[in-house]
């Protein structure tokens, strides 16, 4: 374990500006032809086994030990989103309106830098390590199905994958046993009322009003039509009835995301924003059209793993804590390895400290603390070095 925590440290530069050059060069899901090349050549130089076009853009490389033993996966995603970057940082988005707020760049950039460090340690290592570059994640349907149906899990007995948290202290690292993350669904709703003119509004099905009457209907799902101890977000993102000033629009269109853990919860509020839209639709004399969009699965972490990685954080240099965090909303399509294969992801802190607040994932500011590569590099290592030598 010394050696690996020296190769990190002398490989520290060689992380960041790795890092720096994915996140100056982003793509979007299911576009990510370049970074899939960069990341193929990295391994190839490496002397890694090389599978490219893995379910799509998704990249396999494979680390054999000189000793039989078991084999561990790692997985980092490498996908960007469809965000104008507002940071100012010297490394900044090259390409416009795309740009890494999530933290895959440095996602990639640890499991690169850790296959750098195994490498060198081969000689040393027991079984098999499978480095699973995914592509597509901020995008259902994900790009994490199609790899495990393109066989990126034939031979795995493990998976392990951390995510960067930017609203987590740098040093912190938090798991969590069972359902870790939920699944994030999609709907998707069409008024059709009638247009008219704004002066004569008792002429017309008013599309907007019936919309915004729908908005706080929708919100009584959560409130009083579910148990309260079951966990759920309903949330309207976008409203669209766009017109001249004084043109009642005819159409309105509103999309949002439903949030669970449960499956019949899930079941039963896709039920239940139909009802509520119907109902609402059918005072008002206008008709609907309704679409629902399953996401991924919810994340559930395996417990055993789960405590494994837990307990030896605790002793890898740089991490000030190990704590259990509670669930999130968020979701993730490594749900989909963890339906195959034992496994856990965990969190590992980059709450950037340059900025007077913490920007959350998803934003135009987002930017993470580069001190936490090193350190989800670290974890990641002493987890997969440990399992392949038989001490879990």
């Known amino acids: 374990m010394e050696k690996l925590y020296e190769l990190l440290d002398e490989f520290n530069d060689e992380i960041i500006s790795i890092r720096r050059h994915l996140h100056q060069n982003p793509e979007l899901s299911f576009e990510e032809v370049e970074t899939a090349k960069y990341i193929a050549n990295y391994h190839r130089e490496l ?10 853009n998704g990249v396999l490389a494979f680390l054999k030990g000189d000793k039989p033993g078991p084999t561990v ?28 707020a999530c933290g895959h760049d440095g996602h990639t950039a640890t499991l690169l830098g850790l296959a750098k460090a195994l490498n060198r340690l081969k000689d040393d290592l027991a079984g098999t390590v499978v480095f ?10 994900g790009g994490a199905k199609a790899m495990i149906e393109d066989g990126c899990l034939e031979g795995v007995d493990v998976i392990f994958a951390t995510h960067l948290q930017a609203n987590v202290p740098v040093g912190k690292i938090q798991y969590r046993s069972g359902a870790i993350q939920a699944a994030p ?8 009322g009638k247009g008219g003119h704004g002066a004569q509004p008792h002429e017309t099905r008013d599309s907007i009003v019936i ?3 729908l908005i706080g209907n929708l919100q009584q799902i959560v409130s009083r039509r579910l148990n309260p101890l079951d966990l759920a977000v309903v ?14 629009a005819d159409t309105a269109k509103l999309t949002g995301t439903v949030r669970t853990f449960k499956e ?53 240099p740089g991490v000030a804590s190990v704590e259990e965090c509670e669930p999130i909303m968020g979701g993730e399509d490594f749900a989909y390895y963890l339906q195959h294969v034992k496994g856990t992801i965990f969190y590992t802190g980059a709450e950037n400290p340059n900025w007077e607040q913490s920007y959350p994932h998803h934003h135009p500011k987002f930017d993470i603390d580069e001190k936490a590569l090193l350190i989800a590099a670290k974890v ?10 038989g001490t879990k």
């Open 132 to 141: 699973v570059h995914q592509h597509a994640e901020e995008l259902p349907p």
């Open 47 to 56: 002397g890694h086994d090389v599978k490219t076009g893995v379910g799509g």
């Open 264 to 316: 019949n919860v899930r079941q039963a509020i896709e039920k239940e924003i139909e009802q509520v839209v119907k109902g609402t639709c059918l005072v008002s004399g206008a008709d609907y059209s309704y679409e629902y969009t399953r996401g991924y699965p919810p994340t559930v972490n395996h417990q055993e793993e789960t405590e494994f990685v837990a307990e030896l954080a605790k002793s890898v």
């Open 73 to 100: 996966a790692l997985r980092a995603d490498f996908d960007a989103l469809p965000l104008q970057e507002e940071t100012n940082v010297p490394f900044k988005s090259s390409v416009d309106g795309v740009m890494h």
């Open 380 to 389: 990641l290592g002493t987890a997969t070095i440990n399992y392949l030598n």
């Open 185 to 192: 669904d999609r709907f998707d709703i069409k008024i059709q």
């Open 211 to 213: 919309g915004g009457q």
């Open 235 to 248: 949330s309207v993102c976008s409203f669209e009835a766009k017109n001249p000033y004084n043109i009642i």
